[in-house]
């Protein structure tokens, strides 16, 4: 019977510092070349030789100025300020492999569905089919404030929001144009048959869109759906729409509880369960020995900013950590909820009261809050390994330290260790970043809700034209 095998996708950001903050001043760090293509393009022949499945690119809109009630130490230690356009850097880097996927964050609340749906149709093109959507709402009340919004969007009404959103790209993505609309016949003077194209009619709560999706069908139509959502709301919206969902927690209790919970709702809306890919948010530290590993980490540690890793815990919360004493509990009991990212507490405590500001520091000497792996690669593979059988993710959204010596290190020492345990592919499967990800078609597939607005005259209340 053959193993699973491991998923497992770079997790970078257009910017400087990222998650593990502090360590742009690392001496062989190369982030501050985030704004050259170079760095980029060199990033994607590197992961594509150690065979990651993609490069997901994280973003932000707005800064994060809730530590110390303002932005200062987010500038000096550039917690992701400043932050360049993802979506910019894919055609570049597809143009340089052949295989790797990219995922790629952008947040719908202040995008208009229309023309985010041809930008990504667009990419899906270039990339023959390689394209993934990070689906964000945002949290961040400078974002906010920049938008022209008076204050953040309640955090269900956000999901509220996105579900309609989503609509609105299934009927342009799958429904406005028909497999065959599109003919080239050139003696016939007829590019796409006008009676298989067919406007969108959407009059919603939120959104009214009437038009024609200005693209024609993509490799994949919508691009692979990821979403990173753990509140009760983000996972009833995860369910209904994600393939890939990234989950973040400290604790293996915690994150199989939450892999169960996502499985089991999936299943219950009509979903095969399989066709949720589940990542856990990951930092490696590795070395040829374990002694090796230990001094690495203890080297970057040194350049590491556990305050930055605070002052952007502290955005995600909404809550200014600079005011706490260093045994104060990072949520006093009763301490009520803010509109950021509702589940930020809970990721990093697994719900267990006595974490203090000090303790989470410690958890921050690499500058940032995922679970941190050291060891030589028998110890990483061990530790994978471990994860994925023991709570039922299925890859890993590897972050980076100093970079690009994080990955290179990774991809010569891990990937052979986990290959020979016949838990890593040893080369990539053909066609779309969906059929690599989960086999059959390139298309979304029939149970999943987008499926069902191919047909636009059973979803739009219009007849077709």
Not at 94 to 104: C, E, K, N, P, Y
Request: aromatic share 10%.
């Amino acid at each position: 019977m053959s193993k699973k095998k491991i998923l497992l996708n770079a997790f970078n950001m257009n910017c400087v510092g990222h998650i593990n903050h502090g360590l742009w001043t690392h001496p062989r760090d190369r982030s501050t070349d985030y704004r050259k293509l170079s760095y980029w393009t060199d990033l994607a022949r590197l992961l594509e030789k150690g065979l990651f499945d993609g490069l997901f690119i994280a973003d932000i809109v707005g800064v994060y100025d809730v530590y110390q009630q303002s932005a200062d130490l987010t500038l000096k230690e550039s917690v992701q300020l400043p932050v360049n356009d993802p979506m910019m850097l894919v055609s570049a880097m597809a143009a340089v492999t052949r295989h790797l996927g990219f995922g790629i964050t952008v947040n719908l609340t202040y995008e208009a569905p229309y023309l985010l749906a041809r930008r990504f149709s667009t990419l899906d093109h270039l990339s023959d089919g390689r394209i993934g959507w990070n689906i964000v709402t945002g949290y961040l009340d400078s974002a906010a404030l920049a938008m022209g919004l008076t204050e953040q969007i309640a955090h269900d009404e956000r999901y509220d929001r996105a579900d309609e959103y989503l609509d609105v790209l299934y009927k342009l993505w799958e429904g406005s144009w028909q497999d065959n609309a599109v003919v080239r016949d050139r003696e016939a003077r007829v590019f796409a048959d006008p009676a298989r194209v067919h406007k969108v009619n959407h009059h919603g709560r939120y959104y009214n869109v009437e038009g024609y999706h200005l693209s024609e069908p993509s490799p994949q139509r919508t691009p692979v759906l990821f979403q990173a959502g753990s509140s009760g709301r983000g996972q009833a919206f995860a369910t209904r729409h994600a393939e890939c969902v990234f989950v973040s927690s400290q604790s293996k209790e915690g994150t199989k509880k939450l892999v169960d919970a996502l499985r089991r709702q999936a299943a219950e809306a009509g979903r095969n369960p399989a066709d949720l890919k589940i990542f856990m948010g990951v930092t490696v530290v590795v070395g040829r020995t374990r002694a090796e590993a230990q001094a690495k980490f203890a080297e970057y540690a040194r350049h590491a900013s556990p305050e930055a890793g605070l002052a952007h815990f502290a955005a995600g919360t909404g809550i200014d950590y600079s005011t706490f004493n260093p045994d104060d509990e990072i949520q006093p009991p009763g301490a009520p909820k803010s509109r950021g990212i509702e589940s930020s507490v809970q990721r990093v405590t697994d719900g267990q009261s006595g974490w203090t500001v000090r303790r989470l520091l410690d958890q921050l000497k690499l500058g940032g809050r995922y679970t941190t792996i050291v060891g030589d690669a028998a110890d990483v593979a061990d530790a994978l390994e471990s994860w994925v059988n023991e709570t039922g993710v299925d890859g890993f959204n590897l972050t980076r330290t100093v970079t690009p010596e994080s990955y290179e290190d990774f991809i010569d020492l891990v990937i052979p260790e986990l290959q020979a345990r016949g838990i890593y592919k040893t080369s990539y499967a053909d066609g779309t970043l969906r059929e690599k990800l989960f086999g059959g078609t390139a298309h979304l597939p029939k149970e999943h809700a987008g499926a069902s607005f191919r047909d636009l005259s059973a979803v739009q209340g219009a007849p077709l034209k």
